[in-house]
């Protein structure tokens, strides 16, 4: 047994390396709930032992020391952190504790909460002087911050001036990538060659975290503010009126924020946030409860790192250990060998997890996973569970297996792989003919912001392929009754409602996503989106040079390159071919967004919900008549189209700037006068 002397040299050791990797290279090893178990451990060791405490000990500080290359900045009041709650009782607890020390000091003791989500990103702060933009860090160790001004500025939401500020103001922020962005971002930079990024929170640091701010500006970053630091001719009484008088500002407050009368109350907040957590755009990993009045918070105090008035309910971990059976490996949609986890069942977050993706060979490299290793599994939101790392005892142990190695043969078609030269990736050569890769071709296809064909999932999918009735995706437009219902599981109503679907996703499904459904390589949602914009038809996409690619917003050289090597293929130009022979739309309809049409020059910000149209809709349809459509209002902005539950930030922007505002009715209207 180790003293608690020589344990706390430990923890500490090990805590200081994990902060190291966590904020200085944005690769962590460990989960945080991992992090917190070593945190605990020291913490308790250092409560029973209180001449053990150091003044540098992982307890006393807030992260790691700032990088070398960005210029220190010391915060103008400290970055603190904040005390985690792990269930109701500990949050009740909590606030039992706080209710006890404001009693010696008053007569009466009422107070008042606000319950908002925890950000799962980069805390930062943002000073303005009397009203402008003037430095942007991000925590380090909470004394001591970076200066990443040159970044911050390059994100949309992040206001640069603000009317009517004081002559000092610090709001304080996280720095998030939805997770949406960071989905379409990992799949370009898998496309092009370049590592892909373990998780949202990661990507955004990291983009902060980049020296060339042009790189950091095409990062999808957005921010969330949730308070205020130093403040110099303001004050607020509580923490919503902060929040509210920030949102009027501009600054993206998150939504469904409350203020609660009892304990009562905020447990059945936190609840609300966990349950909602899988269908927000970010990630969060718990839900802050804070003091609302300003003065009690005060008095309150800090110990250590964190504010005794405020505290993190920690959700349910979305991650999990057990054992990784074997690495398996299955074939992807352009012929790459994917990996994926056979695991031992366990539970993450309320579901089992038998199976989970390992993404590509170069991640699994990179997290160095080995078949019979103890692992981190990770879910989040809906996205397929992952494999996160192996534990560090699985990584020191010795007898670990090799590093899986791809197949020699493709699991799909029993094809000898290869792997390019240029390439990252080892692949299955036979891609007309590979049952695996057209299945995921079809898959992808079929899928909803692709054709969206209704009533084809995998299932069917897959009886259509192993029934031979498709070969290729071109296949599904030649399916006839009479086929169909010799399938089992189909009649005749069945097998015309499939057929109608087809025919609408046939005559509907707009070129963008025509080129999308593709499934070409550096193709994804939103670069299929900016290339029909900007070419305007298939012809003139396969006559086009990578030069005149790299003109689409958001390709660089090295996708131009990919695409174009890709679209040069036979295989690719007779699938298009025949793609066109079935009436599928190869041309961009209507002007190109901004341009030219009625609506031209006209720009529109589209909030809450539309009573008919949905925000796609909307946004086709304004677009299809020149007009642009933007997530910010700025003075630019003509319109705010207004729906039910708007978001604060938009509307109060709108309102303050005196943005016209519109509802869906007279939005019809200005498309139809357009129309005339
Ligand atoms: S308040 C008063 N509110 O969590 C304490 N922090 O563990 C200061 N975070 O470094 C933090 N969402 O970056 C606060 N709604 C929220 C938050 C939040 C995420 C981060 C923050 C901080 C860490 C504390």
């Known amino acids: 047994m ?4 020589q344990r706390a040299g430990e923890l500490r050791r090990e805590l200081e390396h994990h902060n190291k990797l966590y904020y200085e290279q944005d690769a962590p090893e460990i989960s945080d709930a991992e992090y917190d178990e070593l945190l605990n451990e020291l913490r308790a060791i250092e409560t029973d032992n209180p001449d053990l405490v150091t003044p540098d000990s992982p307890t006393q500080r807030v992260g790691a020391a700032p990088l070398e290359r960005f210029e220190p900045v010391r915060h103008l009041q400290r970055m603190t952190s904040l005390a985690n709650a792990r269930n109701e009782d500990e949050l009740r607890a909590w606030e039992q504790r706080i209710r006890n020390l404001l009693a010696k000091e008053r007569d009466t003791v009422e107070l008042e909460y606000v319950t908002e989500p ?38 949309d939401d992040v206001p640069k001036r603000v009317e009517g500020a ?37 990507s955004a640091a990291g983009s902060i975290r980049q020296l060339d701010p042009a790189l950091a500006a095409s990062r999808p970053l957005s921010i969330w503010a949730y308070g205020i630091g130093a403040l110099e001719g303001l004050s607020f009484t509580t923490h919503m009126e902060t929040l509210e008088w920030l949102r009027e500002r501009g600054f993206p407050i998150s939504p469904n924020i409350e203020v609660h009368q009892d304990i009562e109350a905020v447990v059945a907040a936190c609840r609300a946030w966990e349950e909602r957590r899988d269908s927000l755009d970010f990630e969060t990993d718990g839900a802050v409860v804070k003091v609302n009045d300003i003065q009690t918070m005060r008095d309150l105090g800090i110990v250590g790192r964190e504010p005794r008035g405020a505290i993190a309910w920690k959700f349910a971990p979305m991650t999990a250990t057990t054992t990784l059976r074997r690495v398996m490996w299955n074939v992807g949609r352009t012929g790459h060998m994917v990996p994926f986890a056979d695991l031992e069942p366990v539970a993450v977050s309320g579901v089992t997890v038998k199976l989970a993706t390992l993404h590509n060979e170069e991640d699994l490299k990179r997290k160095d996973v080995r078949d019979g290793d103890e692992v981190i599994v990770m879910r989040a939101g809906d996205v397929i569970p992952q494999v996160v790392s192996p534990t560090p005892q699985a990584q020191k142990n010795k007898k670990r297996s090799p590093t899986p190695q791809p197949p020699e043969k493709c699991p799909a078609c ?16 036979n891609r007309a003919g590979c049952p695996g890769q057209i299945f995921q071709h079809v898959k992808h296809f079929v899928s909803r912001g692709a054709m969206d064909i209704d009533g084809l999932g995998e299932e069917r999918a897959s009886q259509l392929l192993r029934a031979g009735l498709i070969k290729d995706v071109a296949d599904i437009f030649e399916l006839t009754k009479e086929n169909l219902v010799e399938l089992e599981g189909f009649g005749d109503l069945s097998a015309q409602a499939l057929l109608d679907s087809i025919e609408r996703s046939r005559q509907e499904t707009p070129f963008f996503r025509v080129l999308y459904a593709l499934g070409i390589n550096g193709i994804g949602y ?29 390709i660089g050289p090295v996708l131009a390159d990919t695409i174009v090597e890709t679209l040069e293929e036979d295989r690719e130009r007779e699938l298009i071919a025949r793609l066109r022979a079935h009436g599928l739309k190869m041309e961009q309809e209507g002007p190109a967004p901004g341009t030219e049409g009625p609506l031209a020059g006209k720009t529109f910000v589209i909030t809450g919900t539309l009573p008919n149209l949905s925000r796609e809709q909307a946004t086709e349809a304004i677009e299809g008549a020149g007009g642009k459509v933007t997530n910010s209002v700025s003075k630019k902005t003509d319109y705010l189209v207004v729906g039910a539950d708007p978001g604060g930030s938009k509307y109060n922007k709108a309102q303050e700037i005196g943005t016209e505002q519109i509802d869906e009715d007279q939005l019809n209207e200005l498309l139809a006068g357009a129309a005339v």
């Open 526 to 554: 939103v670069n299929a989106r900016n290339i029909a914009a900007q070419l305007r038809s298939m012809d003139a996409l396969l006559d086009a040079t990578p030069e005149q690619i790299v003109e689409t917003p958001g």
């Open 166 to 202: 004081p002559a000092l103001l610090e709001v304080r922020g996280e720095v998030y990538m939805p997770r949406s962005a960071f989905a379409r971002l990992n799949e370009a930079r898998a496309a092009a060659g370049e590592p892909t990024f373990a998780n949202p929170r990661n």
């Open 414 to 429: 029993g094809t000898p792989t290869v792997k390019p030269e240029d390439g990252v990736w080892t692949i299955c050569p």
């Open 118 to 155: 925890k950000i799962d990103g980069l805390a930062i702060s943002l000073v303005y002087e009397n009203g402008r933009l003037v430095r942007g860090a991000t925590r380090g160790d909470g004394e001591v911050g970076e200066d990443v001004t040159q970044n911050l500025r390059t994100i």
């Open 2 to 5: 180790s003293s608690p002397a």
